[in-house]
Structures are given as C-alpha cells and as structure tokens.
C-alpha cells in the first residue's frame, strides 16, 4: 500500500491536462462556428435587405423605412449597415468588415470597419434595378486562445483567423 501513494495525483495529472485541452477546443471550436453562421447570417440579412430597398426606396418612404433608424431611408447606407450589424448579433462592429457590390460594378460600398458606415445618409446605390444581382461580403477576425498551445507556435499571442462569408441576391422588383 506505501508503494502506490501519489499515484491517484499522478494519474489524475496525466489524465486532466489532456482533457481539460480537449474541454477548450470544443468551446474555442464551437465559438468560431457561431462566429462563422452568424456572419452568413448577417450577410445573408444584409444581401436580402439590399436587394429589396434599392434606388428608389426613398421615393416612398412609407414603404421602405429603415427599421431600426427612423432618421433614414432604406436605401441609405447607415440603413444598410445597421441592418447587417444587427444581424450579426455579438460581433463587434469595429472589428468587421463589410462590403456591398452591385454586378455591374457601378456602385460599390465598404465598410471598414462596419461602424463607419453608421449615420452616413448617402444612398448606397445608383443602379439598383431589376436583375442586378448585390453581393454583400463580411470578414469578421476570430482570434482563438488554443492557438497558443499548437505546435510550433512561436509567439505568445493569440493567432487570428480571418472568417469571410458572402451572400448575393437578385433584384426581383
């Protein structure tokens, strides 16, 4: 019995390190999957919200308020982008990067940061018509503390990975 004292501590060491590393890549695993559908989401919200409120939304401003800014119209850019950045629910605003593209390539908006684009009244797009196609891209940074721990990992800080996601929609009326 003297000889196996400590061994239930050693054990448990070797045993809880590597557990407690898997424990932490899940969660960190799971936070960029959230990171990542959310950021579709809110491209995909976006895409959506610009497709529909184009050039002449303003004319009718009963029709196409914005939502969540009683001050602008929808096809605004503040409009555009506070629909988008309320999509992406618990991504900082300041750290992602939005763009807004029309196929013809007459009318294009960046957002960088996506908080940039807040109170900016100017109208997003000149050539929103029917059968143009909007493409809304987003770059969000997801910096994970596992990355620490990888091989050959020569820094002590934590690395980002950059997660894009890109949505398009038809102008359909």
Known sequence: MRRCRGSALVEFTLVAIPLLFVVISIF???????????LESAVT???NWAAVNGQNCGNNA?????PLNAA??????DCVARVISAAAL?????TTNFAVTLTSGASSVSCNPLSSCFDNPGVWS????????VLVQGQVPFSSAIALFWPGAGSQQAAAVTLTASSSQIVQF
């Open 28 to 38: 960190e695993m799971s936070r960029g999957m959230w990171m990542y559908h959310t």
């Open 45 to 47: 919200e976006g895409a």
């Open 72 to 77: 602008s119209h929808g096809d605004s850019i």
């Open 90 to 94: 618990g991504i900082p605003a300041d």
């Open 62 to 66: 009963n029709l196409c308020t914005c």
């Open 126 to 133: 000149t050539s929103n018509v029917v059968g143009t196609v």
